[in-house]
């Protein structure tokens, strides 16, 4: 079995494998340079936005949910499994 790392390290004559490739680098200089800032405020719109639609997405489900709970046919099922019967004012009637 051949070690490429070990041909690779030899061969390049660089310690970068060993101690890393931001080895000294600056914070400030490498955060600049990557425009963190910038990365920052799309990540925050991003999350936002997708937390946004995932909520509308509930509160559309939920809205589904509630109306075919609360429909007329809804309640006239539920009405005739329990066997409710109501008079002409809309009161129950007693069996």
Do not use: P
Request: glycine share 6%.
């Amino acid at each position: 079995m051949v070690d490429i790392s070990d041909s690779f390290y030899n061969a390049e004559g660089d310690s970068s494998i060993n101690e890393g490739i931001l080895q000294g680098a600056n914070v400030h200089e490498l955060m600049r340079s990557i425009s963190v800032d910038t990365r920052m405020d799309e990540l925050h719109r991003w999350v936002v936005n997708e937390a946004r639609n995932y909520a509308n997405d509930i509160y559309s489900q939920l809205r589904d949910e509630y109306d075919e709970y609360a429909s007329e046919e809804r309640f006239k099922e539920v009405c005739d499994i329990n066997g409710w019967r109501f008079d002409v004012n809309g009161y129950l009637q007693e069996e």
